[in-house]
């Protein structure tokens, strides 16, 4: 492998320092080596006086990153033990808290598509910047996963009930709500992106930034906040599908159709995670609740079924287990959240500060 070939790329140009995620035919999606690979040179940047900045980017023109490698895990949870799934995730929400609470400004240039781990690498940033080709979402519900690299706490924190919309459904969702909800924090065109980079290498962020930054294009979102928040706010996913098919807006009653396709026990567990995770506080604790989470859907049957559906055979049939809502009981759901022990991940117990990071 040369070092053009390698799945993410280093450098530096003048003040920052650079991290591209290098897979573009796999719209960059995150591997274990990888995420060991940005960990190492986020570790050697913090030390280094020279670098002032770090700016994380995926190569070629689809988007940052589609998420973490998917098929692995299935593979993993089909044939194996599920221990490498585990280490990866254990790795990479490791990584997700680091970048949350890295010392020196994080800019993440959120272009194209960025789903499920792609998130994980860039929302936790302290500099998030959206481009009209900016595509959003945490998918997991569509393949028998849980909204992880610490989903649950980002959407907790959304206004109203947007974030409980954005995780059941998995909606993908343009710059403007971005903004909105909490996921983002600037607007720059693409086209612009190249000039904002050049000139990150010269200018502190705030100098960089006010040359580039402009009014984001209007989302979607908060002419829907009425029926979201009153339909989302019920105490159960049954009720939720309840109230959206009995709204009235076509858009609600869609909302309530695209949930009938997903995994119930996946929106169950989800509900429940986003639920306990606006509890929970700091970040670190909720990525230990995820954490627990995943390993949970190791063992359950729909995430091999989910992924195969949409990703191995690609015939988007999922045959869920159980199939119906009313079929997902409040014990399967509590077993998701049990302790895993000596295998926790354990990451609140180290937790620091609060993290603010100022520059």
Known sequence: MTAAEAPVLFGTAGRA???????????NALDHEMVRRIDAALTAWEHDPAVETVVVSGAGERGL???GDIRAVHDDARDGDGSAAAAFWRDEYRLNA????????????????????????????SVRVVTE???VAMPETGIGFVPDVGGTYLLGLAPGELG??????GAQIGAGDALLCGLADHYVPSAALPGLVADLADLPV???????????????????????????????????????????D??????????????????KVTL?????????????????????????????????????????????????????????????????FAPLGDRELGLAAGAGSDGEVAW
């Open 17 to 27: 320092a650079h991290i591209t995620l290098n897979r573009p035919r796999a719209i």
């Open 65 to 67: 990153c589609a998420g």
């Open 98 to 125: 680091r970048i949350a609470r890295y010392p020196k400004p994080y800019v993440a240039l959120m272009d194209g598509i960025v789903m499920g781990g792609g998130v994980g690498v860039s929302a936790h940033g």
């Open 133 to 135: 080709r900016s595509r």
């Open 164 to 169: 409980t919309h954005l995780a059941l459904t």
């Open 206 to 248: 705030h100098d960089a930034l006010a040359r580039h930054v402009q009014p984001p294009p209007q989302g979607e979102l908060a002419a829907r906040r009425e029926w979201i928040d009153a339909c989302y706010a019920a105490g159960t996913v049954e009720e939720i599908v309840r109230r959206l098919l009995g709204h009235g």
């Open 250 to 267: 076509p858009a609600a009653k869609e909302a309530a159709e695209t949930l009938l396709t997903k995994s119930p026990t996946s929106l």
């Open 272 to 336: 429940a995670a986003l639920r306990r995770a606006r509890r929970l506080g700091p970040l670190e604790r909720v990525l230990d609740q995820e954490y627990r989470v995943s390993c949970a859907c190791l063992r359950s049957p729909d995430l091999v079924e989910g992924i195969r559906a949409q990703v191995i055979d690609k015939d988007r049939d999922p045959h869920w287990s159980p199939r119906t809502l009313a079929e997902v009981s409040d014990a399967d759901v509590e077993a998701f």
